[in-house]
């Protein structure tokens, strides 16, 4: 196999205050959507009025989607992560929307769902965007045979807690949870998330999953803490040492074939071209990236240049460091690579001309420079461009730099979004066909959606008091091996593939 090349140059896209300069196809092609046309803008808007829809899109959506949502006036429009995604829902649900479209994959419309049954919504209906299955690989390597013998393993040891990556399906959470005591985890608190718990429960046996290359770098974060003094670790947490620490890292289990297919491409050629070309950048990356891209962004952030985390604690570092350089007399450049899917661009530019334009000043510029090689777009006849984002070998990725999108958050399109909205209030196997798929099974007694939001209520419990519920630690410690029957094994999906 050859050893993998780094791309000659990386697009960028610089961000001044009242104008933008991409620089190749790439980036030409991001750039293009921020001006979306205006008769496309209106249509959206009046539709949305009209049938009093609201929207939640993922920061991974579609450029030419979200340059459009971002351009409307409606109030009911929402873009963020995907938890976040589901709480403003519900503040839609409650300003009076008749139903909400999710932008985004299928596990988020049917968390969308399960959140609004929750709060007391079940009368407002949800939409996907487009028919077919919105898939994720990574969710689906949750779903696979491997995964359950993971947690058999994790059933079967004392003191066990899996910590699931949100971005997971409903049906999976709650078969799991029916195995082993779970929690879900955002790449925002999965930190926190494992601090508190082992602080919280001793000798804790921690199964994390399914994302591989988020368990592998958290693994590496947490050795990298075991060597700080022990004061610097209780600055992090206050219950910690370097001997807990050691213990975590002991009893910590990642699962080891679980990827994201945008961001495993952010490999050992865009490490090494990011050390080569970009050093003196904003070094910015997801947890789900490699580890070569993930130590180089965790040295950037210990030296107050980089950050590695989720889209939002990207997204918060780069306005940052705007905000700082407005503190200082004079012009500058902030070079930022962005180690995360490109659509987060959108929420990039609009966040950074906020702060650019509320300071009055044009003399700092963002350029955000894309891993992926400066040739990477294709011709797509569909497109109002002619190009869309990314090389058509692999799926809008790479093999020359990064993956910077994501085919199944493509699969949500504009038309998409219109076409659902005008049969909004008719009567329509169309629409009814965008519903969310919800598993209708039951698990020990419940529906799948009831138990699989019990890992996010737990979740959500932690984010509130920052302790894990008295709850969730009597069913870690006080649990007998193997929660589940061995009938409720054989109905699981997974362990017939
Ligand atoms: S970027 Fe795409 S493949 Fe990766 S976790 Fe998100 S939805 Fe799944």
């Known amino acids: 196999m050859s050893a993998p090349v780094a791309p000659a140059a990386f697009p960028s896209l610089r961000i001044a205050r009242d104008a933008l300069t991409p620089l190749g196809p790439f980036a030409e092609a ?32 579609d450029p030419e989607l979200q340059g459009v949502l971002s351009a409307c006036k409606w109030p009911h429009i929402h873009i963020s992560d995907s938890l976040v995604m589901a709480d403003r829902a519900v503040d839609m649900a409650k300003a009076g929307v008749q139903a909400i479209c999710v932008a985004g994959v299928d596990f988020m419309a049917e968390n969308v769902r399960a959140v609004l ?67 879900t985890c955002t790449s925002s608190n999965v930190v926190r998330t494992i601090l508190q718990a082992t602080s919280q429960v001793a000798d804790l046996h921690l199964w994390f999953g399914p994302d591989t290359y988020m368990g592998e770098n958290l693994r590496h974060l947490f050795t990298a803490y075991a060597q700080l003094p022990d004061d610097r670790i209780r600055a992090l947490h206050p219950a910690h040492d370097q ?95 962005l180690g995360t899917e490109a659509g987060l661009m959108t929420s990039i530019v609009l966040g950074v001309q906020a702060v650019l334009r509320a300071s009055g000043r044009d003399d700092v510029t963002v350029e ?10 294709t011709a797509d006849a569909d497109s109002p461009l002619g190009v869309i984002p990314g090389a058509s070998n692999g799926e809008g990725c ?58 996010i209520l737990h979740m959500r419990d932690f984010q509130r008091s920052g302790r894990l519920s008295d709850v969730l630690v009597t069913e870690v410690t006080g649990r007998t091996p193997l929660r589940m029957s061995l009938e409720d094994l054989a109905s699981w999906p997974m362990l017939r593939a």
Not at 268 to 285: G, K, M, Y
Not at 320 to 326: E, F, T
């Open 30 to 61: 991001q750039a293009a959507f921020l001006r979306p046309d205006a008769r496309a803008v209106q249509e959206l808007d009046d539709l949305l009025r009209d049938r009093n829809v609201g929207v939640v899109a993922h920061f991974y959506m």
């Open 117 to 183: 049954d929750h709060a007391g919504f079940a009368a407002i209906a949800v939409y996907r965007l487009a028919a077919g299955e919105i898939g994720c690989s990574l969710a689906a390597s949750a779903e696979a045979p491997a995964y359950a013998a993971f947690l058999r393993q994790a059933a079967q040891t004392p003191n066990s807690l899996h910590v699931i990556y949100i971005n997971t399906s409903l049906r999976v959470k709650a078969h799991a949870h029916r195995l082993v005591p779970t929690i």
């Open 243 to 337: 001997a807990s620490i050691r213990g975590l890292l002991q009893r910590f289990h990642p699962f080891q074939q679980g990827n994201c297919i945008v961001h495993q491409l952010f490999g050992p050629a865009v490490a090494q071209a990011v050390r080569e070309r970009h050093s003196d950048a904003l070094i910015t990356a997801h947890l789900e990236v490699p580890g070569e891209l993930f130590a180089l962004a965790s040295q950037a952030a210990v030296e107050g240049r980089g950050v590695v985390g989720s889209t939002s604690d990207i997204l918060g570092c780069i306005v940052d460091h705007v905000r700082a350089a407005l503190r200082q007399p004079g012009p500058t450049r902030i070079p930022v690579v």
């Open 368 to 377: 955000i420079l894309f891993p992926v090689a400066a040739e990477a777009a």
């Open 398 to 455: 790479s093999t020359a730099g990064g993956c910077a999108t994501c085919p199944y958050m493509r699969m949500n399109h504009l038309d998409g979004l219109l076409d659902a909205l005008q049969l909004v209030g008719t009567p329509s196997a169309a629409l009814e066909a965008l519903r969310p798929r919800m598993d209708p099974h039951r698990v020990a007694g419940q529906t799948v959606a009831q138990l699989g939001s019990v890992p």
